[in-house]
Every structure is written in C-alpha cells, then in structure tokens.
C-alpha cells in the first residue's frame, strides 16, 4: 500500500517537473498560423469598416434629399444657395437644410480623411480658415445668382431632368472655407473634375445629391464623360451642354 503510494506521487512529481516545452518549429508554426490568419481577416475587417462609412455617408445624403424635399415645398421650389454670392453663413445651403430638418445632418463624411472642421455653433470669422465647412460641395450653377445661367435654375421646375441634375457633390478633403463647385470651370476635362470631387472617397465612388431630392453612389464617370453623359448642368442634363 505504501509502495503503491509512493509510485502515484512519483507520477505526480514526474508531470509538474517536466511540463513539455514547446520546440521552436511549433513556436514558429504557431506564429506563422496567425500571421495567416490576420492576413485573410484583415482585408474583410478594412473592407467592413469602409462598407459601414460607405452606408452612413448615403444614409446622410438620403437626409439632406428629406431636407431639400421639405424646403422645396415650403419655398416655392427655389434651391438653398451656396456661399458664391452670399456673406451670411446662415444663408449657405448646408445650414439651412441641417436647420430645416430638424434634426443633425452629418457634416463631415466618417470617410472623409480631414480632421479639422469648423463648429457651427461659433461664428464663422473667428476661426481657422484652414478648417473645412463640410465634406459636401453644391453645384453653383443652380446658384439664384449664378451668372452663366442669370439664376434660372435655381428653381427646381426650371431644370428640365432634376433626377439627372447633381446638386451636392462630396468635396475633396484639402478644401478648406469653401461649400461649392463650378462645373462651367472643367472645360469636359475628367481630370479637372477629379481635382474638384472626392471622386475616390467610397473606393472609387462617392455619393451625390440631385435636384429631385435623390441621393446615389457612383463613379465620377458616370457623370462626366464626353459626348456620353454630364449630371453637372441644370439645362442639358444628363447631357452636355451646346455652347461649350
Ligand atoms: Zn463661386
Ligand atoms: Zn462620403
């Protein structure tokens, strides 16, 4: 009995003192293993994440075009204008449709990389001019004092095809002080259209307003390309324009 005794805690004493190590070929294995694994999960964890800003920028835009619709309604079909020829940053477009919602309109794209926007609560001349106003740009041909279009269309009935007409377009995030574009400026140039469009900001897509109150993601082409299609002009869309 005692024997037996002594051979069961000489097992024991056997175990505890000689754990088994691991070698450095399974050390290695071990690491190689998730090192494998990162790399496969890695691209699906970034492609998620751009998927989830993908959905709350459209899901933004789809509020603005809620806004917009509502504003239209009340005020006789006329646009909000953007700062081109307006002092009074209550009176830029961005404002009043955050304030015509009532409720927080996003002003800053969860993709858009700038870090430094301005706070709408402050007045506007007491910060940084390097601060961005929005990560949102409107089309300032359908300004009321667009001067190649004498303001015509900044009545919504005036555009023949608003569902082909960009109102909002996603600034690129080096704007600073600035909440529209000048389309008449690209002269049918993609590049130059590229330089005023966050073109890239949802992998090769970004979202667009239009002038009906619709919201899409597309590709900058889609919207500009000659002969084929420009979204950019209240008078032609979605074609081009005859005098240029
Ligand atoms: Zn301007
Ligand atoms: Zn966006």
Same mark, same amino acid.
């Given at each position: ?93 961005i404002?009043?449709? #955050?304030? $015509? /919602?009532?409720? =927080?309109?996003l002003f800053q794209c969860?993709?858009d +990389?700038s870090k430094n926007f301005v706070d709408w %609560? ?5 910060q940084s001019?390097d601060a961005r106003w929005s990560s ?37 995030s080096?704007w600073t002080s ?27 897509? #970004?979202? $667009? /307003?239009?002038? =009906? ?7 900058? +082409? ?6 084929? %299609? ?15």
């Amino acid at each position: 009995m005692l024997n037996e005794h002594k051979k069961h805690t000489d097992v024991i004493h056997y175990k505890i003192a000689r754990p088994k190590a691991f070698t450095l070929i399974e050390l290695l294995v071990v690491i190689a293993i998730i090192a494998l694994l990162l790399a496969i999960l890695m691209p699906s964890l970034t492609k998620a994440k751009q998927q989830a800003r993908r959905l709350i920028c459209s899901s933004n835009m789809r509020q603005m075009g809620i806004a917009l619709k509502t504003y239209l309604m009340d005020n006789r079909d006329r646009l909000p204008d953007s700062s081109c020829h307006i002092a009074d940053p209550d009176k830029y477009w961005i404002n009043i449709l #955050s304030r $015509y /919602l009532g409720e =927080d309109l996003l002003f800053q794209c969860p993709a858009d +990389e700038s870090k430094n926007f301005v706070d709408w %609560s402050r007045p506007l001349d007491e910060q940084s001019e390097d601060a961005r106003w929005s990560s949102f740009a409107l089309n300032a041909l359908l300004d009321s004092q667009c001067s190649r279009c004498n303001g015509r269309y900044n009545d919504v009935k005036a555009i023949r095809k608003p569902q082909y007409c960009i109102y909002v377009s996603e600034s690129p995030s080096s704007w600073t002080s600035y909440d529209h574009v000048h389309p008449e400026m690209w002269f049918y140039n993609i590049d130059l259209a590229k330089g005023n469009v966050a073109w890239d900001r949802h992998s090769k897509r #970004s979202n $667009y /307003l239009f002038a =009906d109150g619709h919201a899409e993601l597309l590709e900058i +082409e889609k919207t500009y390309t000659w002969p084929t %299609s420009c979204f950019w002009f209240p008078d032609t869309a979605p074609g081009w324009p005859s005098d240029e």
